[in-house]
């Protein structure tokens, strides 16, 4: 795949990546980098005054890379801590025998209450008002080969852009973003008592978390979302088809 992957490129007009970091991989072909930014009319922070009905919320693949099981070692230690909190889980397992460790291990925890789990699969249009519902966004990527790559969880800028703090694991993909918006806390990938700790921090000091919030959402709608992406990807084909000026024929 690799050397097929570079042969064909030098024979296209451009290539669309996800990463700029892809950049120098397909440095003999124009190149531009489109991320998976969310579209701000499908995320939207809830009204204020509502009262949300998740007090925490993980996106996403509950496999041990992505911090599936360390979830529950962070709610073990909250319900020591006394919070009264509920964790909704959304996505899949890599394989009924890990759905069914994560299951027994939330039991053995007594964690059956507060732990929420439900498949992953939705429409992409209905993501937003279910996260807005929600307090705190959890992203407790662990360290590993896959993690150490460049590419950004598509959550954090979900999260942000229902206006969620995030308390998010220290990894490389994610700390080009920590300064930029001051969303959240970003802690030790695998150090429970630290995710245990922000997260705690925020459902008790509202008014801190609510602040976060706004910020990670002002940021989104400056930077990370799909309207300056879709600009990008258009402006590129225009580079490459410049009979095609008109932004709203070529979108046609």
């Known amino acids: 795949v690799d050397r097929g992957e570079t042969f064909i490129a030098r024979h296209l007009d451009g290539v669309v990546g996800v990463v700029d970091e892809q950049a120098e991989r397909f440095a003999q072909r124009p190149f531009v980098a489109v991320k998976n930014y969310p579209r701000l009319e499908c995320f939207?922070?809830?009204?204020?005054?509502?009262?949300?009905?998740?007090?925490?919320?993980?996106?996403?693949?509950?496999?041990?890379?992505?911090?599936?099981?360390f979830l529950l070692e962070i709610a073990r230690l909250?319900?020591?801590?006394?919070?009264?909190?509920?964790?909704?889980?959304?996505?899949?397992?890599?394989?009924?025998?890990?759905?069914?460790?994560?299951?027994?291990?939330?039991?053995?925890?007594?964690?059956?209450?507060q732990v929420v789990w439900r498949a992953?699969?939705?429409?992409?249009?209905?993501?937003?008002p279910l996260l807005s519902r929600a307090s705190v966004g959890?992203?407790?990527?662990?360290?590993?080969?896959?993690?150490?790559?460049?590419?950004?969880?598509?959550?954090?800028?979900e999260y942000l852009a229902c206006g969620l703090p995030v308390v998010a694991s220290d990894l490389p993909s994610l700390r080009r973003f920590r300064d930029q918006g001051n969303w959240g806390y970003v802690v030790k990938a695998d150090d429970a008592h630290a995710h245990a700790w922000a997260i705690a921090h925020l459902l008790r000091n509202p008014e801190e978390a609510k602040a976060?919030?706004?910020?990670?959402?002002?940021?989104?709608?400056?930077?990370?979302?799909?309207?300056?992406?879709?600009?990008?990807?258009?402006?590129?084909?225009?580079?490459?088809?410049p009979e095609i000026r008109d932004v709203e024929t070529m979108r046609a």
């Open 44 to 69: 939207s922070p809830a009204k204020e005054g509502r009262q949300p009905h998740f007090e925490l919320i993980h996106l996403g693949s509950l496999s041990p890379a992505r911090g599936g099981f």
């Open 78 to 113: 909250l319900v020591q801590k006394g919070l009264d909190f509920r964790l909704l889980c959304l996505g899949n397992f890599h394989g009924a025998a890990a759905r069914d460790r994560f299951m027994a291990l939330r039991e053995e925890y007594g964690l059956c209450e």
């Open 120 to 128: 992953g699969n939705m429409p992409y249009e209905a993501l937003g």
């Open 138 to 157: 959890l992203i407790p990527g662990q360290v590993s080969e896959q993690n150490n790559l460049p590419f950004v969880p598509t959550k954090l800028f």
């Open 212 to 241: 976060l919030g706004r910020r990670g959402r002002q940021a989104v709608e400056e930077c990370w979302n799909w309207d300056i992406e879709a600009e990008k990807l258009a402006a590129f084909y225009r580079g490459l088809l």
